[in-house]
């Protein structure tokens, strides 16, 4: 096997920082209000991860995309920025919470009128999508072991040559390892890996950004 990587020193991550597109103060603001939350602000995004999402949504020249998981907002300011004019971005999460922070700061960055927001169970809402494929771009960041429901959802609704994006596939490391029974997450990750990698609806490739992020293009 030959292996041919680089390992991210903290040093190499700041360069890394440099030489992407930069976090703007409408960013900067809503990862400072994020991290005010605690340790539960490590549910957000990193910074590389939110500009590979404009660049993604802008290469695709995406006119609907889909968001399962919210959070407060970022990734969601992230994809409706790479929209094609007139696109619309769908988010979907359960807490009025976190989202009241999303849309304050949705405003702030000037993308809210592009979001339809739905507070809910997510398969729920992607069950009331209509059955054919108009979506352009989805991104599944949220309950690890529901993930393999979301994307058999959004695999039909999805256009060919659109494409998934499933965050935390990685899982710090843990998914190449054994997992403990009573590890929900993590086994769920393996499984969801392993499904995908021989699932012949699609081609998909796994990035080591951020926490581990998968793509899958629809054949």
Same mark, same amino acid.
């Given at each position: ?111 809210? *009128? ?28 949220? *309950? ?14 999805? @256009? ?6 499933? $965050? ?25 890996? $392993? ?21 899958? @293009?629809?054949?």
């Amino acid at each position: 096997m030959h292996a041919k990587f680089t390992a991210l020193t903290p040093d190499l991550y700041e360069y890394l920082l440099a030489h992407n597109p930069p976090q703007d103060d409408a960013l900067h603001a809503l990862a400072e209000e994020t991290a005010t939350l605690g340790p539960i602000s490590m549910m957000q995004i990193a910074v590389e991860q939110g500009a590979f999402l404009t660049f993604l949504a802008g290469l695709l020249d995406a006119k609907f995309a889909v968001e399962i998981g919210t959070f407060t907002g970022y990734s969601a300011i992230s994809i409706a920025r790479g929209l094609a004019p007139g696109g619309r971005l769908l988010c979907c999460d359960v807490s009025e919470e976190w989202t009241g922070i999303a849309r304050k700061h949705w405003q702030r960055a000037g993308v809210a *009128d592009k979001i339809d927001l739905r507070i809910g169970p997510a398969i729920e809402t992607l069950k009331t999508l209509p059955a054919t494929p108009t979506i352009d771009l989805a991104f599944i960041d949220a *309950d690890k072991p529901a993930y393999r429901q979301y994307y058999e959802e959004l695999l039909p609704r999805l @256009r060919q040559n659109g494409l998934i994006l499933l $965050d935390n596939t990685l899982w710090s490391g843990r998914v190449a390892g054994e997992a403990d029974p009573s590890d929900a997450n993590t086994t769920a990750l393996q499984e969801l890996n $392993d499904f995908i990698a021989g699932d012949d609806r699609v081609e998909s490739y796994i990035l080591p950004v951020g926490d581990g992020v998968t793509l899958v @293009r629809k054949r």
